[in-house]
C-alpha cells in the first residue's frame, strides 16, 4: 500500500462530548487522501469509547499508556507520520470540508520552506460562533506574520499544513509545554520558514471554560517573557543570532516591564 498524501496528527486527550464530531469533519473533506492517526493521550474520560466507534481503513490509533502531554504526544505523531504533508487537528476542533484541499493547493503554489495556516471561527461548547480571534484575522500575509510573531502568536494551531519533512526538522518542544506551538512557530520563522495563511477560515477552533485558553492566568506577559526567553536561549546555544531574535528580544524585555507593571498595578489597587 503507498503512503498516504496528508498525515493528520490528531492528539486526544479528555474530549470525548466532542470527538465525534472532530473526527467526522477530518474522514468528510473532498480530500480523501489521508490517513488520520489519533494518539489518545491516556484520557480518563470516554474518548477511548468514542474512537473505537469508527471502523475506516484510514484511522490509525495509537494509545499512551499515561499521560506525556501535548508536546511529547505531538512528536510521536510526527514520528509515526507516513504523508508528505502533516496537517494538525484537535480532538474537540472541526475542520470544515474543503480545508485540505485549499491548504494542499496553496502549499503546492508557496514556497517549498514553507507553512499553510488559516483562519478561524471561535465557537463555544455548544457549537455556536462566538467570533473571531483578532491577531488571527489581522495578519495574514508572511510579512505581516513575520512582524508579529515576535510580539505574539497570531497562528491557529489546528489550522497548520506543513511538509513532514520540514516539521521533522524542528519538532515540540516538551520544556515549553502549553506555549510549545508559539516557541514552535518562534524557531521556525527564525530559521527561515514562511508563513502562509489563507484568509477564509477553514476551521471551527473550540473554546473551552476549562481550556488554557480561558483560564485565569495570573500574568500572561511573565508567560510569554518565559517562552521567548527559553527560545532565544535554544537559539543561542546552536550559535544562531539574528534579526529576528534581536526583535524577539526587545519584546521579550517590553513583557517583563509590562507584567512587572501589572503587579504593581494589582498591589496598589487592593
Not at 41 to 50: H, P, Q
Not at 65 to 83: F, H, P, Q, S, Y
Not at 91 to 107: A, H, N, T, V, W
Request: charged share 30%; glycine share 4%.
Amino acid at each position: 500500500m503507498s503512503a498516504p498524501l496528508i498525515s493528520v496528527i490528531m492528539p486526544v486527550y479528555n474530549t470525548a462530548p466532542f470527538l465525534k464530531e472532530a473526527i467526522e469533519s477530518v474522514l468528510i473533506q473532498t480530500e480523501r487522501d489521508f490517513e488520520l492517526i489519533i494518539i489518545n493521550d491516556a484520557s480518563s474520560d470516554e474518548s477511548k469509547s468514542v474512537i473505537d466507534q469508527f471502523v475506516d481503513d484510514r484511522i490509525r490509533v495509537i494509545q499512551n499508556e499515561k499521560n506525556l502531554g501535548l508536546a511529547v504526544t505531538l512528536n510521536k505523531g510526527i514520528r509515526a507520520a507516513t504523508g508528505k504533508y502533516i496537517a494538525r487537528m484537535d480532538g474537540d476542533d472541526i475542520s470544515l470540508p474543503k480545508r485540505f484541499e485549499e491548504q494542499l493547493k496553496e502549499i503546492k503554489q508557496g514556497d517549498r520552506n514553507s507553512i499553510v495556516c488559516s483562519t478561524c471561527i471561535l465557537i463555544d461548547e455548544k457549537g455556536n460562533k462566538i467570533g473571531n480571534w483578532k491577531d488571527d484575522s489581522k495578519y495574514c500575509t508572511p510579512i505581516e506574520i513575520r512582524n508579529q510573531l515576535p510580539s505574539n502568536n497570531c497562528i491557529v494551531h489546528p489550522s497548520i499544513f506543513v511538509r513532514r519533512d520540514i516539521l521533522s526538522e524542528f519538532f515540540y518542544d516538551p520544556e515549553q509545554q502549553e506555549s510549545e506551538d508559539y516557541d514552535l512557530w518562534l524557531r521556525m520563522a527564525s530559521d527561515g520558514v514562511l508563513f502562509n495563511k489563507i484568509a477564509n477560515p477553514l476551521v471551527l477552533h473550540r473554546i473551552r471554560k476549562n481550556s488554557f485558553t480561558r483560564s485565569k492566568q495570573q500574568n500572561v506577559f511573565f508567560k510569554l517573557f518565559r517562552v521567548k526567553v527559553i527560545f532565544l536561549f535554544h537559539e543561542i546555544i546552536k550559535g544562531r543570532i539574528n534579526g529576528f531574535m534581536l526583535k524577539t528580544f526587545f519584546y521579550a524585555i517590553l513583557d517583563l516591564v509590562k507584567g512587572t507593571f501589572k503587579i504593581i498595578k494589582k498591589s496598589f489597587s487592593k
